[in-house]
């Protein structure tokens, strides 16, 4: 139910609506609820509505620090 | 897919596992409650639970809105879907919960009633719109994720001034939950278990923020990490939560920072306490009646709402009688101890919610960790 995945925004529509991309697949969901989405945005998707906006940034430091673990072990 | 097979990464997990087991102190239990289906389900299917040192407990919370919801609100939701010219929505996982005598909604379909699964709220007001010959009722339920859409369904009824589209709504909070599992001398007569720690809920988050753990965190003094729903994001969090214990501190620290922050999305906020307000009792499968921790729909659009419209009355009814679904959702038994799991009660014929929902604790079991734990 809480289950929500990102997906990169490919178009924006009329009416607060976008195109979405994932796995391959598109699909149109609402962009209601989040303000200032743009076309490569990534957003976390659920029930067809975006809920928010992912941060490249921060999944990038937290990518890093998860990648020292992985070379701790090495 | 990107921001996703990134966070499952196997080398990591096994570096963050020889992480734990070099940080973990040799003679305690770390007693740590994920509250989110979503992560009980993420520890199952990616054998995290194998990777954990042995002093590392996960206990299971209620986290799963389809499990906590009492069988009395699915009954009404049954009663309404076999009156005359009512068209009921919700989503898929509910369709197969057990209610009363057996009922459940699929069967209820099976039998005749107009039940239609959606996968968006909108679905249902748009089914509203080209049906203007039906009454069209969205059985709304889920946590603070779910809940915006809903809202922004009940306010564009309104914007249409649609007369046949309404809400039952069972929209629950997480805060006043966890509270209540530690504190309410109710959940201590119940056999709740100690709990150290909590795994705080990722995509709840996205909305509301971190910020409403805060003052439980220092209250309780119980360390909250909200976590993110991928593998490595919950032995990270798992990582943050024993530091935290280890060196005597109880905060909310946010390893889900890619999309949680100090405040949420302040426009779902917003639009969620425009539509609905506090109920000030809701009951709980498993946790009872927990104080103010549910939503209902506030009086300007009273229309909208299913219970005033239809008339619906309350009611209590209890378990099945060899369902321990209570159990499992607070924490004070693991699915595999409930007498019937695996045996009378199976995903293709579940006896409980837990058994039922993509998030319960009794289906990750069983699916992805029931033949280990009889090992």
Not at chain 1, 16 to 44: F, H, M, Q
Not at chain 2, 29 to 52: K, N, P, S, W
Not at chain 2, 146 to 171: G, Y
Not at chain 2, 289 to 298: E, H, M, N
């Amino acid at each position: 139910m809480c289950l929500a995945v990102p997906a990169r925004v490919c178009a924006l529509l009329d009416g607060e609506r976008a195109v979405i991309e994932l796995d391959g697949l598109k699909r149109e969901i609402s962009i209601e609820l989040v303000d200032d989405v743009t076309v490569g945005d990534y957003v976390i998707v659920h029930v067809g509505h975006a809920l928010g906006k992912l941060d490249p940034e921060e999944a990038e430091e937290t990518l890093a620090l998860l990648r020292d673990f992985a070379e701790a072990q090495a | 897919m990107k921001y996703i097979d990134e966070f499952r990464d196997g080398a990591a997990a096994r570096g963050l596992a020889r992480q734990l087991a070099v940080e973990i102190q040799p003679d305690r239990e770390y007693r740590l409650m994920e509250f989110c289906g979503g992560h009980t389900h993420a520890i199952y299917r990616y054998g995290v639970q194998d990777l954990l040192p042995a002093g590392i407990r996960m206990i299971h919370g209620p986290g799963c809105p389809v499990c906590v919801l009492p069988v009395g609100r699915l009954d009404m939701a049954l009663d309404l879907a076999t009156r005359p010219n009512v068209t009921l929505c919700s989503y898929g996982d509910m369709l197969r919960v057990p209610g009363s005598g057996g009922q459940s909604l699929l069967r209820a379909k099976a039998a005749g009633a107009e039940i239609r699964m959606i996968y968006s709220a909108a679905e249902a007001l748009e089914l509203a719109r080209r049906h203007s010959e039906r009454e069209v009722v969205f059985f709304a339920i889920g946590f603070e994720t779910t809940t915006p859409p809903t809202a922004l369904v009940i306010q564009q009824a309104a914007a249409l001034d649609l007369p046949n589209f309404s809400v039952f709504c069972n929209h629950v909070l997480t805060p006043p939950a966890i509270v209540h599992l530690l504190d309410s001398p109710e959940a201590r007569e119940l056999d709740a278990v100690a709990i150290d720690g909590f795994l705080g809920p990722a995509h709840v988050s996205v909305v509301i923020g971190s910020r409403p753990y805060e003052a439980f965190a220092s209250g309780y003094h119980k360390p909250v990490v909200i976590a993110g729903f991928e593998p490595l994001d919950v032995m990270q969090s798992i990582l943050m939560l024993v530091r935290q214990l280890n060196e005597g501190r109880a905060e909310v620290e946010n390893q889900y920072t890619r999309a949680v922050t100090r405040d949420g999305n302040a426009k779902a906020q917003r639009l969620v306490a425009e539509i609905l307000e506090p109920r000030s009792v809701f009951e709980w499968r498993g946790l009872g009646p927990v104080p103010r921790s549910a939503l209902q729909i506030r009086a300007p659009y009273a229309r909208f709402d299913a219970e005033r419209r239809f008339a619906l009355e309350p009611r209590t009814v209890p378990d099945h009688r060899a369902c321990q679904c209570g159990a499992v959702l607070r924490g004070a038994i693991k699915p595999t101890d409930c007498k019937v799991f695996g045996t009378a009660c199976t995903p293709e014929t579940p006896l409980g919610a837990c058994m039922v929902s993509a998030e319960g604790a009794c289906a990750a079991y069983y699916s992805y960790g029931r033949y280990q734990e009889a090992a």
